[in-house]
């Protein structure tokens, strides 16, 4: 066996080189401090225990395929206790045909779950002095609080998108006022300018979304949509989904606010993360309390049988027990 390691390892030299380095500022690789991992690391966020300290980003809802998917990954959150949004539960607003995509709270009755309604139908329930629907909802899905996705490039480059006419910022304060109800605040893929982390950060919220350029960027899939319909044809649209903020660029603009003036100091960090480690890194950078979100590649695995999403799952534990002993902050490495 020892000698069959030591040939792959000459045959597999040449072809074991890394193309990038995945490093990011202010946190270190430090490899004489530690042994392997003996003792399991424990994570708190919005009041639950995390054993990964990862979060299901909100992805899909009202689809024949949503209902399987959104319970294997609503038995993974209790599995490895984590947290999970729902996707965009709108549809519930008109009717209960779809109900069973989002009803998961019996395959997760201990974890932190969250219902997800964009913020064009929340302006329109303020309208009209409805929004205790959301709140009836969240209940009736015995749901922990409500994730108010901001998508204005998104419905503007839907076919069929709303338009909504308020600041979403006025709109979120008016939520706030009447609705009692823990509130999560995220983007869909492009992410958010630094005085709208500003702002949000000042407001009593539960914790706020990054979803930050690099990711799931749902102005281009609805341009994808269009340009398919549209055999190929280009859009001037369509320069509209390569605009946004990367995760680095947030977390150093949370890092340089007051932290006395902050309301919320819990994230998800998000947009674009296929690779825990590379969640670890973002979570060590940013000086306030937060778990990494997955999506995309949560959803590869959870459209098949539980058994694989279980299995990748494993692995990402133990990527992330590695990653907590032998990455170290930089403020920490005296």
């Known amino acids: 066996m020892s000698e069959k390691r030591k ?32 003792h399991r690391s424990r994570f708190s966020f919005l009041g639950h225990d995390f054993a990964i300290p990862l979060w299901v980003s909100s992805m899909t809802g ?16 209790e599995e490895f206790k984590l947290g999970m ?5 709108r549809s519930l607003l008109e009717s209960d045909q779809r109900w069973e995509d989002f009803d998961v709270r019996k395959f997760m009755p201990t974890r932190p779950l969250y219902t997800n309604f964009g913020i064009a139908q929340i302006e329109q329930l303020v309208q009209e002095n409805k929004l205790a629907k959301i709140k009836e909802i969240t209940e009736r899905l015995n749901a922990d609080g409500l994730i108010i996705h901001i998508n204005p490039l998104q419905e503007w480059a839907q076919a069929e998108g ?27 893929g492009q992410g958010f300018g630094p005085q709208s982390l500003a702002q949000l950060s000042y407001l009593p919220l539960a914790a706020i979304e990054l979803a930050g350029y690099g990711g799931t960027n749902f102005t281009l899939l609805e341009q994808a949509r269009l340009s398919g319909a549209n055999s190929g ?18 977390i150093n603009w949370l890092n340089q606010l007051d932290s006395s003036k902050m309301q919320c100091q819990n994230f998800i960090i998000s947009g674009g993360i296929v690779d825990p480690l590379k969640g670890m890194f973002y979570k060590k950078q940013l000086k306030h309390n937060c778990v990494f979100g997955m999506a995309s590649e949560l959803l590869k695995y ?25 990455l170290v902050k930089g403020d920490q490495n005296g």
């Open 233 to 250: 044809k280009y859009s001037p649209k369509q320069s509209f989904g390569h605009i946004g903020h990367r995760v680095e660029e947030m």
């Open 85 to 89: 949004g729902l996707g965009s539960c």
């Open 162 to 188: 709303d338009r909504y006419y308020e600041a979403p910022l006025v709109t979120i304060k008016k939520v706030l006022d009447r609705v009692s109800l823990p509130v999560i605040i995220k983007e869909v």
């Open 62 to 77: 009202g689809a024949k395929r949503a209902a399987n998917i959104n319970k294997n990954l609503a038995k993974a959150c």
């Open 302 to 326: 959870a459209m098949d049988d539980y058994e694989k999403l279980s299995a990748y799952l494993k692995e990402v534990d133990d990527c992330v027990q590695m990653a907590e002993v032998f």
């Open 7 to 38: 040939n792959d390892h000459i045959d597999l030299t040449f072809s074991s080189r890394p193309k990038e380095q995945l490093l990011v500022d202010n946190v270190y690789y430090e490899p004489i401090l530690s042994g392997h991992p003996k």
